[in-house]
């Protein structure tokens, strides 16, 4: 406060409740703070074909196989079983079921499921590793399991959204290319929290988008249609807005992957009146 600095940092809804009324107290008194969270949960994305982050043993072997020698060993009866009873006898791998969820088969990923793949699996009278697999070899690898470490409840996060000092964010700008892809996070924002939910208004969702973050950075050219700023603008059909399923391009130098995501219901977006590619 005394330099006149500004603090970003990133904010998640299990933290606030410890240091929310710190937060608060220190913007009382003159300090400009601000606080960034995922509007959903935040986590890792896990699959046959992407990431396993998984570190017990029965893993270390699987993990170094490529896609059809992992396809090939689960296909088969014997080695599948050998492969999911070392998995089960672990507890790295059940107690981490409690908090991953299936991203599902539609059209859609599922991000608000609330069923773990633990819950599942106790419902069906089966071990979590059996639905890992089944899920896995139905989509030939594709099928992909969220695993959260923060910002479990939605609760929670819904309370956290709503402070004046949080804004919707905490994408890790590649930093883990292969195992964490956060890029629909301003769609699940419009498409959850204002459209179906209304927790928040429109316009002032666009705000938190835009003009809000752009000013917590410096940006002074950008965040509002105004005379001589930058025309940075999507055209959203809201009715239509949801995230497409997480998906893996090899388009790095080397051939090297990485995950991505697009979206429905953009319309048009143009960067600095400049039409973009869809």
Same mark, same amino acid.
């Given at each position: 406060?005394?330099?006149? !600095?500004?603090?970003?940092? +990133?904010?998640? =809804?299990?933290?606030?409740?410890? %240091?929310?009324?710190?937060?608060?107290?220190?913007?009382?008194?003159? +300090?400009?703070?601000?606080?960034?969270?995922?509007?959903?949960?935040?986590?890792?994305?896990?699959?046959?074909?992407?990431?396993? @982050?998984?570190?017990?043993?029965?893993?270390?072997?699987?993990?170094?196989?490529?896609?059809?020698?992992?396809?090939?060993?689960?296909?088969?009866?014997?080695?599948?079983?050998?492969?999911?009873?070392? %998995?089960?006898?672990?507890? #790295?791998?059940?107690?981490?079921?409690?908090?991953?969820?299936?991203?599902?088969?539609?059209?859609?990923?599922?991000?608000?499921?609330?069923?773990?793949?633990?819950? #599942?699996?106790?419902? !069906?009278?089966?071990?979590? /590793?059996?639905?890992?697999?089944?899920?896995?070899?139905?989509?030939?690898?594709?099928?992909?399991? &969220?695993?959260?470490?923060?910002?479990?409840?939605?609760?929670?996060?819904?309370? &956290?959204?709503?402070?004046?000092?949080?804004?919707?964010?905490?994408?890790?700008?590649?930093?883990?290319?292969?195992?964490?892809?956060?890029?629909? *996070?301003?769609?699940?924002?419009?498409?959850?929290?204002?459209?179906?939910?209304?927790? %928040?208004?429109?316009? #002032?969702?666009?705000?938190?988008? +835009?003009? =809000?973050?752009?000013?917590? /950075?410096?940006?002074?050219?950008?965040?509002?249609?105004?005379?001589?700023?930058?025309?940075?603008?999507? %055209?959203?059909?809201?009715?239509?807005?949801?995230?497409?399923?997480?998906?893996?391009?090899?388009?790095? @130098?080397?051939?090297?992957?990485?995950?991505?995501?697009?979206?429905?219901? *953009?319309?048009?977006? *143009?960067?600095?009146?400049?039409?973009?590619?869809?």
């Amino acid at each position: 406060q005394d330099a006149g !600095a500004r603090l970003l940092f +990133s904010s998640v =809804a299990e933290h606030a409740k410890r %240091v929310g009324g710190d937060v608060d107290a220190l913007r009382t008194g003159g +300090s400009d703070i601000t606080g960034i969270t995922l509007p959903r949960r935040f986590g890792v994305l896990a699959s046959l074909r992407t990431f396993l @982050p998984y570190r017990a043993a029965p893993w270390r072997a699987f993990r170094r196989l490529d896609l059809d020698a992992k396809l090939a060993l689960l296909a088969d009866p014997v080695s599948r079983e050998e492969f999911a009873a070392a %998995v089960d006898a672990d507890p #790295e791998f059940n107690r981490t079921a409690r908090r991953t969820r299936w991203l599902g088969d539609g059209e859609h990923p599922t991000f608000l499921r609330e069923q773990t793949l633990a819950d #599942e699996a106790a419902a !069906a009278g089966r071990r979590p /590793i059996d639905l890992f697999i089944d899920r896995s070899l139905a989509s030939n690898g594709l099928a992909m399991f &969220h695993s959260s470490f923060a910002n479990h409840d939605l609760g929670d996060v819904a309370e &956290h959204l709503g402070r004046d000092w949080i804004l919707p964010g905490l994408g890790d700008a590649g930093a883990h290319a292969r195992q964490i892809c956060d890029a629909g *996070y301003p769609t699940f924002y419009l498409s959850h929290w204002v459209r179906d939910r209304g927790a %928040v208004a429109l316009a #002032e969702a666009v705000r938190l988008l +835009s003009s =809000a973050p752009a000013a917590v /950075i410096g940006l002074t050219d950008r965040g509002v249609v105004a005379p001589g700023m930058r025309a940075d603008l999507n %055209v959203i059909d809201l009715d239509r807005l949801a995230e497409r399923h997480p998906r893996i391009v090899g388009d790095m @130098p080397k051939g090297g992957e990485r995950l991505t995501q697009g979206a429905d219901g *953009y319309v048009a977006g *143009y960067r600095n009146w400049q039409r973009v590619p869809a």
